[in-house]
T-cell receptor, first 112, second 112 residues
Framework: QKEVEQDPGPLSVPEGAIVSLNCTYS??????FMWYRQYSRKGPELLMY????GNKEDGRFTAQVDKSSKYISLFIRDSQPSDSATYLC????????????FGPGTRLSVLP | DVKVTQSSRYLVKRTGEKVFLECVQDMDHENMFWYRQDPGLGLRLIYF???????EKGDIPEGYSVSREKKERFSLILESASTNQTSMYLCASIAAGDSGYTFGSGTRLTVV
């Protein structure tokens, strides 16, 4: 079993839809949870960062962490064609970065 | 705007060549990382460095080495390139206690 599982997609939605992206993990020691967005032929950029369980909202994006279920989600409201990208979840025990574990990414297409 | 700059976007090298991938950051970050990204496998950590002249092996260091002679520069070296090292290589940096990586745009290396 991989440490972090993520459906690779592709996921296609119409513009304006609510998008739900998810990751599951097996290591209960993970405390820090991140979502990165990666446009084609670019490096990933940090979208959301959360510590421990709970919700965090930033504009149209909401990150949820359920540590009891080992499940994290990213919701995108009012999705736009510019949201079309690959979304990577990442998690770690500490914040230094050397033990970040990434999911393989979900490719999202938002159709106009 | 802070940046991590990778010297080449695309490289084609022959089997057996020694390959240098360069990464420079202008954020005075202590920690720098080299990942490779392959479809379905996500990002895998090759090497990282906490400080000048310091290096630590990641999850897949075989066939690679690194050099960090200056704080802003972290080089990845493929001692003798092989076709299974064809991949997207991503450099990242993070400050101590910071909340997430800043990635470079990546170098797509093809070994023929």
């Amino acid at each position: 079993q991989k440490e972090v599982e993520q459906d690779p997609g592709p996921l296609s939605v119409p513009e304006g839809a609510i998008v739900s992206l998810n990751c599951t993990y097996s290591n209960s020691a993970f405390q820090y949870f991140m979502w990165y967005r990666q446009y084609s032929r670019k490096g990933p950029e940090l979208l959301m960062y959360t510590y421990s369980s709970g919700n965090k909202e930033d504009g149209r994006f909401t990150a949820q962490v359920d540590k009891s279920s080992k499940y994290i989600s990213l919701f995108i409201r009012d999705s736009q064609p510019s949201d079309s990208a690959t979304y990577l979840c990442a998690m770690s025990r500490g914040s230094k970065g050397q033990n970040f574990v990434f999911g393989p990414g979900t490719r999202l297409s938002v159709l106009p | 705007d802070v940046k991590v700059t990778q010297s080449s976007r695309y490289l084609v090298k022959r089997t057996g060549e020694k390959v240098f991938l360069e990464c420079v950051q202008d954020m005075d970050h202590e920690n720098m990382f080299w990942y490779r990204q392959d479809p379905g496998l996500g990002l895998r950590l090759i090497y990282f460095s906490y400080d000048v002249k310091m290096k630590e092996k990641g999850d897949i260091p075989e066939g690679y080495s690194v050099s960090r002679e200056k704080k802003e520069r972290f080089s990845l070296i493929l001692e003798s390139a092989s076709t299974n090292q064809t991949s997207m290589y991503l450099c990242a940096s993070i400050a101590a206690g910071d909340s997430g990586y800043t990635f470079g745009s990546g170098t797509r290396l093809t070994v023929v």
